[in-house]
C-alpha cells in the first residue's frame, strides 16, 4: 500500500508542475489604468471624462488633482491604486483640454491637445454597448509608419485595450474602437457591432433572437448582416510631445506644426485690433487733409478770402 501511495502521490505531483509550467507560460496581460483631471474642467470635459470611465471597466477614478505643475505626483497616485497607465486631463483658461497619457512609473509620456469632443449625450446616437464589455482595437495603418506614431499607438493600446479577466469585464466583444489619423491629428470614433438578418430591422431582429433563446433546440442557421452603429464619443487629439519618463525627463519627439490655441486667440485679437489701428489712423489722416485744405471749423490753415466772393462784394 505504501509503495502504491508514492506512486500515486508522484504522479500527482509531476501534474501539479506540469499545471504550473503551462500557467507561466501563458502571460497576463494585467492593464489597469488611473483616470482623473485637473481644476478647472468644464461641464462638458467632465462628461467626457465619465463616458471614457464607463467604456473602461480596467479603470479607476478618481478626485481632481488640486496642482498642474507638479504632474509627477501622478505616479505615486498610480503606484498608491496599483494602476500601471495614467489618463490624465489638464484644463487651461476654461477652454483648452489636454490629455496626458503615461505609462507609470518609467514612462514614456504623451502630450495632446484634446479638441471638437462630443459626449454621448449631446450626440443621441443608436448605438450601444453592453456595460464592461471589451472593445476591438481598429488603428490606421499609418501608426507604423513613424516611430512616434507606433509609440502612441502602444500607449492607446495598453490604455484602451481592456485585458481580459481584468474586474468588471464581461465575457463580450460587442463593439469598435477606431483610431485614425488625418492631418496630423488622431481622431477616435466608438463603433457598436450589430448584427441583424437579411430583410430584417433591428427591432425585428432582437424578437427573432430572443425567440430562439426559448427555444433550446432551435438553432439560428440563416447568415446574419453586421454593421457598425456609432455610440459616441468622439473627440480628436493633436500630438504635441513625447517625454522620455513618466511625467518628466527629455523630449525625445515634438512637434513642430502645432500652434497652440493660446497662441491662436492672440493672433487674432491682433489682428482685431490692428484693424482698429487702421481705422482710427485714416480718421486721423482725414482730419489732416480737411486741416490744409481750411476745411476745419477750428484749428488747421485759415483759407484766404476770394475777392470775388458775395460776402466780399456786397459787405
Given at each position: 500500500?505504501?509503495?502504491?501511495?508514492?506512486?500515486?502521490?508522484?504522479?500527482?505531483?509531476?501534474?501539479?508542475?506540469?499545471?504550473?509550467?503551462?500557467?507561466?507560460?501563458?502571460?497576463?496581460?494585467?492593464?489597469r489604468?488611473?483616470?482623473?483631471?485637473?481644476?478647472?474642467?468644464?461641464?462638458?470635459?467632465?462628461?467626457?471624462?465619465?463616458?471614457?470611465?464607463?467604456?473602461?471597466?480596467?479603470s479607476?477614478?478618481?478626485?481632481?488633482?488640486?496642482?498642474?505643475?507638479?504632474?509627477?505626483?501622478?505616479?505615486?497616485?498610480?503606484?498608491?491604486?496599483?494602476?500601471?497607465?495614467?489618463?490624465?486631463?489638464?484644463?487651461?483658461?476654461?477652454?483648452?483640454?489636454?490629455?496626458?497619457m503615461?505609462?507609470?512609473?518609467?514612462?514614456?509620456?504623451?502630450k495632446?491637445?484634446?479638441?471638437?469632443?462630443?459626449?454621448?449625450?449631446?450626440?443621441?446616437?443608436?448605438?450601444?454597448?453592453?456595460k464592461?464589455?471589451?472593445?476591438i482595437?481598429?488603428?490606421?495603418?499609418?501608426?507604423?509608419?513613424?516611430?512616434?506614431?507606433?509609440?502612441?499607438?502602444?500607449?492607446?493600446?495598453?490604455?484602451?485595450?481592456?485585458?481580459?479577466?481584468?474586474?468588471?469585464?464581461?465575457?463580450f466583444?460587442?463593439?469598435?474602437?477606431?483610431?485614425t489619423?488625418?492631418?496630423?491629428?488622431?481622431?477616435?470614433?466608438?463603433?457598436?457591432?450589430?448584427?441583424?438578418?437579411?430583410?430584417?430591422?433591428?427591432?425585428?431582429?432582437?424578437?427573432?433572437?430572443?425567440?430562439?433563446?426559448?427555444?433550446?433546440k432551435?438553432?439560428?442557421?440563416?447568415?446574419?448582416?453586421?454593421?457598425?452603429?456609432?455610440?459616441?464619443?468622439?473627440?480628436?487629439?493633436?500630438?504635441?510631445?513625447?517625454?522620455?519618463?513618466?511625467?518628466?525627463?527629455?523630449?525625445?519627439?515634438?512637434?513642430?506644426?502645432?500652434?497652440?490655441?493660446?497662441?491662436?486667440?492672440?493672433?487674432?485679437?491682433?489682428?482685431?485690433?490692428?484693424?482698429?489701428?487702421?481705422?482710427?489712423?485714416?480718421?486721423?489722416?482725414?482730419?489732416?487733409?480737411?486741416?490744409?485744405?481750411?476745411?476745419?471749423?477750428?484749428?488747421?490753415?485759415?483759407?484766404?478770402?476770394?475777392?470775388?466772393?458775395?460776402?466780399?462784394?456786397?459787405?
Amino acid at each position: 500500500m505504501a509503495a502504491v501511495y508514492n506512486s500515486l502521490s508522484n504522479g500527482k505531483d509531476i501534474e501539479d508542475s506540469d499545471d504550473e509550467e503551462t500557467v507561466q507560460s501563458t502571460a497576463k496581460n494585467k492593464q489597469r489604468v488611473l483616470i482623473l483631471s485637473s481644476r478647472g474642467v468644464t461641464y462638458r470635459h467632465r462628461h467626457l471624462l465619465n463616458d471614457l470611465y464607463s467604456l473602461l471597466p480596467h479603470s479607476r477614478k478618481d478626485a481632481k488633482l488640486d496642482t498642474k505643475t507638479k504632474l509627477y505626483q501622478l505616479n505615486e497616485l498610480a503606484e498608491l491604486y496599483n494602476c500601471n497607465n495614467v489618463f490624465f486631463f489638464e484644463a487651461r483658461k476654461g477652454k483648452d483640454l489636454y490629455l496626458w497619457m503615461s505609462k507609470a512609473p518609467n514612462g514614456p509620456t504623451v502630450k495632446m491637445h484634446l479638441q471638437n469632443l462630443h459626449t454621448m449625450e449631446e450626440l443621441h446616437f443608436t448605438g450601444n454597448c453592453l456595460k464592461g464589455s471589451r472593445p476591438i482595437l481598429s488603428f490606421d495603418a499609418t501608426f507604423d509608419s513613424q516611430p512616434h506614431l507606433r509609440v502612441i499607438k502602444e500607449l492607446l493600446t495598453h490604455i484602451f485595450g481592456v485585458p481580459k479577466g481584468a474586474r468588471k469585464t464581461k465575457p463580450f466583444v460587442d463593439h469598435v474602437m477606431g483610431f485614425t489619423i488625418a492631418d496630423g491629428k488622431i481622431w477616435i470614433r466608438c463603433y457598436e457591432i450589430s448584427e441583424t438578418e437579411p430583410g430584417k430591422g433591428k427591432g425585428e431582429a432582437d424578437a427573432e433572437v430572443a425567440a430562439i433563446s426559448k427555444k433550446s433546440k432551435a438553432k439560428a442557421t440563416k447568415e446574419t448582416k453586421i454593421s457598425l452603429v456609432e455610440i459616441g464619443p468622439r473627440f480628436v487629439l493633436t500630438p504635441i510631445v513625447i517625454l522620455e519618463s513618466s511625467f518628466g525627463g527629455p523630449v525625445i519627439y515634438e512637434n513642430k506644426e502645432f500652434v497652440s490655441p493660446n497662441q491662436i486667440r492672440a493672433d487674432m485679437r491682433l489682428k482685431r485690433a490692428g484693424k482698429y489701428n487702421r481705422r482710427s489712423e485714416q480718421g486721423i489722416e482725414r482730419k489732416a487733409k480737411k486741416g490744409d485744405l481750411g476745411l476745419k471749423s477750428e484749428g488747421g490753415v485759415v483759407k484766404p478770402k476770394d475777392p470775388l466772393d458775395n460776402r466780399v462784394l456786397f459787405s
